[in-house]
């Protein structure tokens, strides 16, 4: 066993030492967790080093391998604890903000900043800042991200020094479950604190003189935001959103409808620069230098051609890579690139994995963080999936031509090429399937198809043509508009494909989000089935015990891929025996999602912020709701028509078809509502008012009642009109709660006095904790012992209200609030909560 462990390592070492690197960076957050500090891991890496090194010495060569994976893990879980910490330094901008504050930064506008029609995003590096009511400006460091609701002022370029005016506060993020951590992907960039600008008369530039280097350092975003001004002049906005996201990585202006487009279709890598894309760049440089160097006779008879091409590919790519912004992504895909062109010129192509392997430890050890993104995992997974069926692509490429004439060879050359361009896509979707599904939990079915086309027209058109008008925006802005111009046909066909495609029906799977222990054995039984494929057919000479091997091994394949479409929580959901209720961190909104005995699922409401980048339902709902697995509800009810309470149910209606949507009245407030029935009733989805009294759902013991609508007997104020609804489940144990709308005083005293049952063990407290709500009469009649408030985190003073605060502290109330616990979830045996807040 030690002598084939010590042969594999010798042949596959540096794919041995890359895994054992990359293993070592995500145990250090189990090591962060559990507080173990970083200098008492010193050690480890002395000790295995020191182990390998003698036993190298002692002409141990067996022992030396092994030992050097603990090494190298150890490396990895040392520089992984490196990358995790917060900035050393004590003058760091994040360690003197660390709340809301009002300051004046002055600071260096870092790149080009970006507009999506509402709001600019720029970055900022700050040299020193003046809080509020201080006339001392403090010497500071640090990137800072900040937003403008305007166009960033043109005038201003990359490197101006500014004068700035904000708000800043360190990053937060809706603290959910399986939740994306908006904080740790700014750390990941090295921003630890945001701002908001409220005007752009709050932005000076300062007149300093520059230096040489200063300039010099700057000159590709000026050359950047040059380029960008260029297209927006030339183009209609949305062949000059895209462009200016193909050449030079800015992609804020791409309208929502094209982002679903390319989504929907399963091209949206294509819009982001990115290893492949980097790739199919480098792949038509090179044969285009090729071509032409072997036009001369001298250069073929006399140097190595095509290491030539390869390395003049090189400066170009650079230059490439500098006008995209020179961002981490970018960064890490011309690395990948390089060690690939650097491995062709050493005669060291012959497996995709070695310069593979390479690649990803040159990028780990600059960014351990990387391997936390989706971008690195999926460029890798994509390159690895395309190694794996190299074999394959080979054979078809490499079959031999049978036509006598020439227009019947063209034409099997033809089909050769679109045959293996379907296998290298297949191979891609195979290989990043599981992991577009965990971070995005949707799949296009016709991903390779569409990629051949879109991907085509894109790549080989499209984007050559914009590459090369760029130097001639500054040589010949003529000749530049020209090519934009007819580059642009080709973005214009591509953007008809990519809509053509998003409209067929069921051209996208939306599943729930696969825990990371199936996409591991997915993964495993591909490559296990791979690698065994050459050894079966030389170690089993028996064709049928051969065939039957392989034949498991695919099955196997089969059952966990069953389990991404049918997740366990949907196979056992009748097995459920307790009720849960979880009420979830919308931010200034409302949505409680409740499970009950024998797998019913209900939401209560389903509605919080909004931004044009940002849907509350498919973004914070649909991914709690995804990531437990969870891919049908029973039943939405909605209290009332306000926006907070509603804004995210299209949504949810559409990915997850309940049978029933319960509202309070037909007409709303706003043509977002009736947009909302009309699109219940194209999905045939009952859409019902409930009597006073009516059972809405149960399931075993458990169900919810509505208790009225105490708006329609006296008024219409649209808050005084929600449904009134309570949860109970029997048993032993009192489990119940009173979910209220956004009811006013009158509302409450009317409950109150019409002597509803309204006793409860939990409150959702009415309308966000607000003191023209939760009257103490209603909270003694209530009698909770916790009650929710669901609000957002930027009013702590008006949601909840500090009278609603001592109201429940007098009574002995127990009060959690999702700003600041996250989401909280209730059994009928314990509450939790999901914060990222250390001080509770």
């Not at 293993?23 to 090591?31: D, E, Q, S, T």
């Not at 080009?112 to 003046?130: A, E, I, M, Q």
């Not at 183009?235 to 094209?258: R, T």
């Not at 904790?769 to 609000?791: C, D, Q, R, Y």
Request: glycine share 8%; aromatic share 10%; net charge neutral.
């Amino acid at each position: 066993m030690i002598t084939r462990l010590s042969q594999f390592l010798s042949t596959h070492l540096l794919l041995t030492v890359t895994f054992c690197f990359a293993l070592g960076i995500p145990c250090a957050l189990v090591c962060k967790d559990l507080g173990c500090p970083p200098g008492q891991l010193l050690f480890l890496p002395l000790l295995t080093g020191g182990c390998a090194l003698l036993a190298h010495l002692r002409r141990q060569p067996r022992a030396a391998l092994l030992l050097l994976l603990p090494f190298f893990f150890s490396i990895g879980l040392g520089h992984g604890l490196l990358a995790l910490r917060t900035p050393p330094d004590s003058s760091h901008i994040s360690h003197l903000i660390k709340e809301e504050q009002e300051v004046v930064l002055l600071c260096t506008l870092e790149q080009l900043p970006g507009f999506n029609g509402k709001n600019s995003t720029l970055l900022v590096d700050v040299h020193s800042l003046r809080i509020k009511d201080d006339a001392r400006y403090i010497g500071t460091c640090g990137l800072v991200q900040l937003k403008l609701k305007d166009p960033w002022p043109k005038a201003l370029m990359p490197g101006d020094k500014l004068a700035i005016r904000a708000r800043l506060s360190p990053p937060s993020t809706f603290q959910n479950p399986g939740g994306f951590d908006y904080p740790a992907y700014l750390a990941r960039q090295d921003i630890w604190i945001t701002g908001w600008i409220s005007s752009p008369l709050f932005i000076q530039q300062l007149d300093e003189e520059q230096s040489f280097l200063h300039r010099l350092r700057f000159l590709p975003e000026r050359l950047r935001t040059e380029i960008s001004a260029f297209i927006e002049q030339r183009a209609d906005p949305e062949i000059s959103s895209v462009y200016k996201a193909l050449l030079i990585g800015e992609a804020s202006g791409i309208s929502e409808e094209i982002l679903e487009a390319f989504k929907g279709s399963g091209t949206m890598h294509i819009l982001s620069i990115s290893g492949a894309h980097l790739s199919i760049l480098a792949a038509f440089l090179f044969f285009c230098l090729y071509w032409l160097l072997r036009r001369s006779e001298q250069l073929i008879l006399h140097f190595p051609v095509k290491k030539i091409a390869a390395a003049l590919c090189l400066p170009p790519l650079t230059m490439y890579s500098l006008l995209a912004g020179a961002g981490t992504p970018i960064i890490r895909s011309l690395i990948m690139v390089f060690v690939f062109m650097i491995a062709l010129c050493a005669d060291k192509q012959k497996s995709l994995f070695i310069p593979l392997a390479l690649a990803a430890l040159i990028i780990l050890v600059w960014d351990p963080n990387s391997l936390f993104t989706a971008s690195f995992q999926l460029s890798f997974m994509a390159v690895a999936s395309m190694a794996m069926a190299a074999p394959l692509i080979t054979t078809i490429t490499r079959t031999e031509t049978k036509a006598e004439s020439r227009g019947a060879r063209y034409k099997q050359g033809l089909v050769r090429y679109l045959l293996a361009a379907l296998t290298v896509s297949m191979a891609v979707t195979i290989g990043t399937a599981p992991l577009l599904l965990y971070y995005f939990n949707r799949l296009s079915v016709i991903g390779p198809a569409a990629n051949l086309l879109i991907e085509g027209l894109i790549c080989f058109w499209s984007l050559p043509i914009g590459f090369l008008a760029c130097p001639l925006i500054f040589i010949a802005p003529p000749a530049a508009d020209l090519f934009l111009h007819f580059g642009g046909y080709g973005l214009t066909l591509s953007l008809k494909l990519a809509a053509l495609f998003n409209g067929i029906p069921f051209s996208t799977l939306w599943l729930p989000t696969p825990p990371p222990g199936l996409i591991v054995l997915y993964y495993a039984t591909i490559i296990l089935c791979l690698s065994a494929m050459p050894a079966a057919r030389s170690a089993v000479e028996n064709p049928l015990l051969r065939k039957t091997a392989m034949a498991a091994g695919a099955g196997a394949w089969l059952l966990i891929l069953f389990l991404f479409f049918l997740p366990p929580a949907e196979l056992f959901k009748q097995r459920i025996s307790t009720s849960e209720i979880t009420f979830i961190d919308v931010g200034q909104g409302s949505s409680t999602f409740l499970e009950l005995p024998s797998g019913k699922r209900v939401l209560i409401d389903g509605g919080g912020s909004e931004s044009p980048r940002f849907n509350v339902g498919e973004d914070i709902i649909a991914r709690l709701l995804w990531q437990r697995g969870i891919k049908h509800l029973d039943s939405i009810m909605i209290t009332h028509s306000d926006a907070d309470h509603y804004n995210g149910i299209p949504f949810l209606l559409q990915r997850f078809r309940p049978q029933t949507l319960w509202i309070n009245d037909f007409s709303g407030h706003d043509q977002g509502w009736e947009k909302m029935l009309q699109q219940a009733d194209r999905l045939h989805i009952a859409v019902k008012i409930p009597q006073a009294g009516e059972t809405l759902i149960t399931g075993g013991k458990a169900g919810i009642v509505s208790l009225g609508n105490p708006g329609e007997t006296y008024g219409t104020a649209t808050n005084d009109s929600s449904l009134i609804l309570r949860f109970a489940q029997g048993g032993e144990k009192d489990f119940s709660c009173l979910f209220a709308g956004d009811i006013s005083h009158k509302a409450e005293a009317q409950l109150v006095n019409e002597k509803l049952p309204l006793q409860s063990t939990f409150l959702l407290s009415p309308h966000h904790g607000s003191s023209t709500s939760n009257s103490e009469a209603l909270l003694k009649a209530v009698n909770p012992h916790t009650m929710i408030v669901s609000a957002g985190r930027y009013r702590p003073n008006n949601f909840p209200t500090p009278e609603v605060r001592q109201r429940c502290a007098t009574l002995g109330i127990n009060l959690l609030i999702t700003a600041e616990h996250g989401a909280i979830t209730i059994t009928d045996k314990k509450t939790t909560w999901h914060s990222t807040n250390n001080d509770l």
